[in-house]
């Protein structure tokens, strides 16, 4: 079983639609989780971190749940600029400091 | 601030050349990494270094080596190249050992090897 597993997409959503992705996590130790985005062929940067009791920034909202051990991603009234791949992070226990990539959700935001 | 850099930006090698990616912060950063990214798979770290004069292996180390040669920069090096080392190779570097630190990314290096 992969550390950090994501549905790889595509989502495929008009613009103006509200799109939620989930992510799964292995280690019911981790602390610390993320999101990234990677546009194509760039590198990953930081859309959020994930707080214990939930967290928004702007159209973005990031939810957690321990017991089930998933991480999940909001994004409400979908721009074509919100097109990119989602990157679900979370630290590595072993040592804090390396973080576990999913492999990404792809989301295609249309006219 | 240029933040993290890598060069070079794309690269073909034919099986068993050898070559070394650079790369440089200027925020100084004490931890810095290097990743690969292959389709259909997240980023595996290959290498970091926790902090200047330190180096540990990552998920996946086989044919690689690096050099902390300062505290800005970090490279990695392929001895002998292999097909299976074709990838996008990526540098990120954080703040500290902590929990919840933000990893910055370089804009990532194309490697081919035929």
């Known amino acids: 079983r992969k550390e950090v597993e994501q549905d790889p997409g595509p989502f495929n959503v008009p613009e103006g639609a509200t799109v939620a992705f989930n992510c799964t996590y292995s280690?019911?130790?981790?602390?610390?989780f993320f999101w990234y985005r990677q546009d194509c062929r760039k590198e990953p940067k930081l859309l959020m971190s994930?707080?214990?009791s939930g967290n928004e920034d702007g159209r973005f909202t990031a939810q957690l749940n321990r017991a089930s051990q998933y991480i999940s991603l909001l994004i409400r009234d979908s721009k074509l600029s919100d097109s990119a791949t989602y990157l679900c992070?979370?630290?590595?226990?072993?040592?804090?400091?390396?973080?576990?990539f999913g492999s990404g959700t792809r989301l295609l935001v249309r006219p | 601030n240029a933040g993290v850099t890598q060069t070079p930006k794309f690269q073909v090698l034919k099986t068993g050349q050898s070559m070394t990616l650079q790369c440089a912060q200027d925020?100084?950063?004490?931890?810095m990494y290097w990743y690969r990214q292959d389709p259909g798979m997240g980023l595996r770290l290959i290498y970091y270094?926790?902090?200047?004069?330190?180096?540990d292996k990552g998920e996946v180390p086989n044919g690689y080596n690096v050099s902390r040669l300062n505290k800005r920069e970090f490279s990695l090096r392929l001895e002998s190249a292999a097909p299976s080392q074709t990838s996008v190779y990526f540098c990120?570097?954080?703040?500290?050992?902590?929990?919840?630190?933000?990893?910055?990314f370089g804009p990532g290096t194309r490697l081919l090897v035929l």
């Open positions: 925020m100084n950063h004490n931890s």
């Open positions: 990120a570097s954080s703040g500290d050992r902590k929990w919840g630190e933000t990893q910055y």
């Open positions: 280690n019911s130790a981790s602390q610390s």
């Open positions: 270094s926790a902090s200047e004069g330190t180096t």
């Open positions: 992070v979370v630290n590595g226990v072993d040592s804090s400091y390396k973080l576990i």
């Open positions: 994930v707080y214990s």
